[in-house]
């Protein structure tokens, strides 16, 4: 089971602690000298290597079906929806850089040759099936386990479509939970502000949960758009559809998606422990746009009006921050702008 966030907050955390104890500010160092203070720390060449297994980027339709637990309010299931929607439409649909611009990325994590089948194409994700859990059918504090029971149980009850057959090789499904900021999540914070899965029996699907962390971890699980809980405090970043915990979870969406898509059964494209991997996102903690070092995310984009940050156009006139993917074709981390 692959966490986005155990490898990112604690690789954040670091860095950030390491700007800290500079005595130049963070708002003006140049980039040069972050350079020199990561260079005090030998790492291992940023590549992901594939693992030989089957990746979901060789399928054509990703149906994302959502969970909400909790209480969400339906401007906030609309933000994620849109969110969603955004990254299987066409570039003509958005303005630019657009959401699926960014997900497109996903078509270079090619499978094993020589099979056309397992060969990547744009996966086009579309917004399936959705299912609302105001009632708290689990109680307000979750297991890890206790994700896996509510897809299970949300397909088993038939509010949620089954897993396609093996036979059918263009279509795939993928369960999203996601969780109110009132829920607590085992390691929600501490380690993970979300982590992808897949059932161990039956047909095989993969699924993912995003937590909301605006009331207990913003600094965290919200950053940029919250200051962080270490390293230098300058101000946050407004967030571009004026939710903090919303927000953050649509970064964190992103990167569980991508993660689901390209290492779906901890055989695909990742860097270190398979029970704790690097993946697409991961592997690319804080960067938002150029010239991102630790405790800064880069040059983004600001909307003159209310003054948002963002990098990214969706549908609907939505924009959006979203995180630094790896590029397989140039071994790199790539932002949008």
Known sequence: MAGLGSQRILMILMLLCMVAFSTVDAAVRPLAQSRKLSALVEEEPLVLQYHNGPLL??????????????????????????????????????GSPSVSAWWKTTKAYKGKAPSKLNQAQTLNPKL?????????????????????????????SRALPPPQK????????????????????ENFCSSSCGFHGSSKAGNTYAYAWVGNSAR????????????????????????????VGIDGMIINIAATVAGSV???FESGYFQGDAAAPLEAVSACPGMYGKGAYPGYPGQVLVDETI???????????????????????????????
């Open 216 to 243: 207990q971890c913003p600094g965290q699980c919200a950053w940029p758009f919250h200051q962080p809980i270490y390293g230098p405090q300058s101000p946050p970043l407004l967030p571009p559809n004026g939710d």
């Open 166 to 185: 093996k036979k059918n090789n263009g279509e795939v499904q993928l369960y999203l939970v996601l969780t109110s900021e009132d829920v607590m999540v």
């Open 57 to 94: 980027t060789t399928k054509s339709i990703l149906n994302l079906h959502l969970i909400w637990y909790g209480n969400f309010t339906s401007t906030q299931r609309t933000i994620v929806a849109d969110f969603v929607q955004s990254l299987g439409m066409g570039d003509g649909k958005q």
């Open 307 to 337: 003054g948002a940050s963002y990098n990214a156009h969706g549908v609907n006139g939505r924009t959006f921050l979203l995180p630094a993917m790896w590029d397989p074709t140039s071994r790199s981390c790539k932002t949008l702008v």
């Open 128 to 156: 399936g099936k959705q299912k609302l859990d105001g009632a708290y059918s689990l109680g307000k504090s979750l297991k890890r386990s206790d994700i896996a029971v509510l897809v299970k149980s949300a397909i088993q």
């Open 262 to 264: 390209t290492n779906p």
